[in-house]
């Protein structure tokens, strides 16, 4: 079974950077790809990035393309998004999710593509 529990969400001022992670208390961690996604206050839920099982393949958003950087350790099943030279706008929940299937660009960035979802941690940037 995966369980999802996100952590390393704050407040960091715009240009700042952090890490927030996601770790899985279950034993398959290595089989599913992996992703996050966010919510900011208002919208709904978006893409952010997504990682391959051996984490060889990655997949960004254009809104955080060269700016963030998804990576995995399956060793410590941990998922990780470095996210450098935050704006305002990357204000959200963010959260993991785990899918059993294929890393496929066109359906990695749908949320129909995951079975399990973390509880989400929350990142403010402030101006």
């Known amino acids: 079974q995966v369980q999802l529990v996100e952590s390393g969400g704050g407040l960091v001022q715009a240009g700042g950077s952090l890490r927030v992670s996601c770790a899985d208390s279950?034993?398959?961690?290595?089989?599913?790809?992996m992703a996050w996604f966010r919510r900011a206050p208002g919208k709904e839920r978006e893409f952010v990035s997504a990682i391959s099982w051996n984490g060889g393949n990655t997949n960004y958003a254009d809104s955080v393309k060269g700016r963030f950087t998804i990576s995995r350790d399956n060793a410590k099943n941990t998922l990780y998004l470095q996210m450098n030279s935050l704006k305002p706008e990357d204000t959200a929940i963010y959260y993991c999710?785990?899918?059993?299937?294929?890393?496929?660009?066109?359906?990695?960035?749908?949320?129909?593509?995951?079975?399990?979802w973390g509880q989400g941690t929350q990142v403010t940037v402030s101006s």
């Open positions: 999710a785990a899918g059993l299937t294929s890393f496929e660009i066109a359906t990695m960035h749908e949320e129909t593509s995951y079975d399990y």
């Open positions: 279950g034993r398959t961690f290595s089989s599913y790809v």
